[in-house]
């Protein structure tokens, strides 16, 4: 594979560790993601190389392929043509419907429960980190696995992420697990219900000192039904052994008829996948 084969379109994103790039190969005008970055920082690319590679989920962006050329590493990923969820709320004058939010955090789950089966924790989920796919635009695809962290060799200690995303064990430094994950999903799944951040604050420190208290804005009745709202309150628990883990999301009642939407949407290829990951983790 060399850059050569391609035509670069444009620029999606910019972030600490390179930049992402639309760009169609010559020989059949498909599209792909090349995510360019600087081999200076060669623990941290190829430390994202190597997870992307044991990722094969329906609701994970595919790896490709990746090459070094000069001082660059280039990763080839699947393209999602409907941007981020984060523009996807932000062009959006009201909160999504209580149908639809749960249809995208059901993808989100499987996404996230084949990730811990992984024995990784993905460390920076957030909208604009959930890219959206297929002719309705309600394909989820997890993405940016930059700062992700494989939990075999040893437990999280290291503050990483975006702060209004990140789990109270996180922001006080101490040692984290798989439940910092299930923290940054209820944080995406109130937002997907309201529009709002949890947390009303008007600065970093008030912010820490939220999240940390657990002071967060109640749902109201109509934001979400009293069963999405407790689940909700579980995730967003301040002790991470309060929260439940991605296989009892995957198995919880009120999500479990969406999975059954997702398993009907999908083609027998991609069904197959999910259907053979045992939920274990």
Same mark, same amino acid.
């Given at each position: 594979? =060399?850059?050569? !084969?391609?035509? *670069? !379109?444009?620029?999606? $994103?910019?972030?600490?560790?390179?930049?992402?790039?639309?760009?169609? /190969?010559?020989?059949?005008?498909?599209? *792909?993601?090349?995510?360019?970055?600087?081999?200076?920082?060669?623990?941290?690319?190829?430390?994202?190389?190597?997870?992307? @590679?044991?990722?094969?989920?329906?609701?994970?962006?595919?790896?490709?392929?990746?090459?070094? !050329?000069? +001082?660059?590493? *280039?990763?080839?990923?699947?393209? %999602?043509?409907?941007?981020?969820?984060?523009?996807?709320?932000?062009?959006?004058?009201?909160?999504?419907?209580?149908?639809? %939010?749960?249809?995208?955090? =059901? +993808?989100?789950?499987?996404?996230?429960?084949?990730?811990?089966?992984?024995?990784?924790?993905?460390?920076?989920?957030?909208?604009?980190?959930?890219?959206?796919?297929?002719?309705? $635009?309600?394909?989820? @695809?997890?993405?940016? *696995?930059?700062?992700?962290?494989?939990?075999?060799?040893?437990?999280?200690?290291?503050?990483?992420?975006? @702060?209004?995303?990140?789990?109270?064990?996180? #922001?006080?430094?101490?040692?984290?697990?798989?439940?910092?994950?299930?923290?940054?999903?209820?944080?995406?799944?109130?937002?997907?219900?309201?529009?709002?951040?949890?947390?009303?604050?008007?600065?970093?420190?008030?912010?820490?000192? +939220?999240?940390?208290?657990?002071?967060?804005?109640?749902?109201?009745?109509?934001? %979400?039904?009293? %069963?999405?709202?407790? #689940?909700?309150?579980?995730?967003?628990?301040?002790?991470?052994?309060? /929260?439940?883990?991605?296989?009892?999301?995957?198995?919880?009642?009120?999500?479990?008829?969406?999975?059954?939407?997702?398993?009907?949407?999908?083609?027998?290829?991609?069904?197959?996948?999910?259907?053979?990951?045992?939920?274990?983790?």
């Amino acid at each position: 594979m =060399a850059l050569k !084969e391609y035509v *670069f !379109e444009k620029q999606l $994103g910019a972030g600490s560790f390179g930049t992402a790039h639309l760009v169609r /190969r010559k020989s059949d005008s498909s599209p *792909f993601v090349i995510k360019k970055q600087c081999l200076e920082d060669y623990k941290v690319v190829t430390n994202e190389v190597n997870l992307l @590679k044991k990722m094969r989920h329906p609701n994970i962006v595919m790896y490709h392929d990746s090459w070094k !050329e000069g +001082q660059q590493l *280039f990763i080839l990923m699947e393209y %999602a043509s409907r941007g981020t969820l984060k523009q996807y709320l932000s062009r959006r004058r009201v909160p999504l419907q209580e149908e639809d %939010a749960l249809y995208l955090f =059901a +993808q989100m789950v499987l996404g996230v429960h084949h990730i811990h089966k992984k024995m990784v924790l993905h460390r920076d989920l957030k909208p604009g980190n959930i890219m959206l796919s297929g002719p309705r $635009g309600d394909v989820v @695809k997890i993405g940016d *696995f930059g700062v992700s962290k494989n939990i075999a060799r040893e437990m999280g200690v290291t503050r990483v992420g975006t @702060k209004c995303y990140m789990a109270p064990e996180v #922001l006080k430094g101490t040692v984290y697990d798989y439940k910092c994950d299930i923290w940054s999903l209820g944080v995406i799944l109130y937002e997907m219900l309201t529009k709002r951040f949890p947390f009303n604050v008007r600065s970093q420190v008030d912010l820490i000192r +939220q999240i940390c208290q657990g002071v967060l804005s109640p749902l109201q009745r109509g934001d %979400a039904s009293s %069963a999405v709202r407790n #689940l909700t309150y579980k995730m967003l628990d301040t002790k991470p052994e309060g /929260r439940p883990k991605s296989r009892d999301l995957v198995l919880c009642p009120t999500i479990i008829p969406h999975i059954g939407r997702v398993y009907k949407n999908l083609d027998n290829v991609d069904r197959a996948m999910i259907i053979d990951q045992k939920v274990s983790s």
